[in-house]
């Protein structure tokens, strides 16, 4: 079921200016910049599976129609490039990482960190107190059409309060890990955490 274009705990940004959403050290963009470690791919919708794990066990698969299927959410947010571009009030849909958890019958994640794979080889890391309590969803849509693969489609992940990079294109699996690990941009100098507000760009900032 479609919702409200309002995300749950998201604040409202309303009557805060532009520059007040502004991080320090950004600029404001209408313009979508396209920025890839590598090739842009073609992935079929209906090739497509996603998983959740819980180290190398499974927790849950979805082809794309069980996906389509899951309780759906739709929000407007602002996001940030670690390339220094902000894009404000976009409108994203997609199946919320609280509702993924609720699907695999799991009242609290299982594990404080979480990995995203992705097609080609990218990684991510983040603390799942970044994906619960309407932080992050897995997006399929964006400005109400299906999202363009050169932006990550058929589905990326969507964490809008961090640096876009953590926002991984082409998401295949979620893994949940006990302890934290680099993933691709982060073994590279870039930021473990990426906070934009504290210009968390590169390792040390």
């Known amino acids: 079921?479609?919702?409200?274009?309002?995300?749950?705990?998201?604040?409202?940004?309303?009557?805060?200016?532009?520059?007040?959403?502004?991080?320090?050290?950004?600029?404001?963009?209408?313009?979508?910049?396209?920025?890839?470690?590598?090739?842009?791919?073609?992935?079929?919708?209906?090739?497509?599976?996603?998983?959740?794990?819980?180290?190398?066990?499974?927790?849950?698969?979805?082809?794309?129609?069980?996906?389509?299927?899951?309780?759906?959410?739709?929000?407007?947010?602002?996001?940030?490039?670690?390339?220094?571009?902000?894009?404000?009030?976009?409108?994203?849909?997609?199946?919320?990482?609280?509702?993924?958890?609720?699907?695999?019958?799991?009242?609290e994640p299982p594990d404080a960190y979480v990995m995203a794979h992705c097609d080609g080889g990218y990684t991510t890391n983040l603390p799942v107190t970044d994906l619960v309590a309407g932080k992050a969803m897995i997006a399929t849509r964006y400005e109400g059409l299906p999202l363009a693969p050169a932006h990550g489609g058929p589905a990326r992940l969507l964490v809008p309060h961090l640096y876009f990079w953590k926002s991984a294109k082409w998401l295949r699996r979620l893994r949940f890990m006990p302890k934290d690990e680099p993933g691709f941009w982060e073994s590279r100098g870039y930021h473990n955490y990426g906070d934009p507000w504290r210009e968390q760009r590169y390792d040390g900032d």
């Open 1 to 107: 079921m479609d919702r409200p274009p309002v995300s749950r705990d998201f604040k409202s940004k309303r009557h805060a200016s532009e520059a007040d959403r502004l991080p320090p050290g950004q600029y404001l963009t209408t313009d979508f910049p396209v920025l890839s470690a590598g090739p842009t791919p073609e992935i079929h919708v209906a090739n497509w599976k996603i998983a959740l794990q819980l180290g190398g066990s499974l927790l849950g698969k979805w082809t794309w129609d069980e996906f389509e299927a899951l309780p759906q959410t739709t929000i407007t947010v602002d996001i940030h490039c670690v390339t220094k571009w902000t894009k404000l009030s976009t409108v994203w849909q997609g199946v919320s990482f609280d509702d993924l958890l609720k699907v695999v019958g799991l009242s």
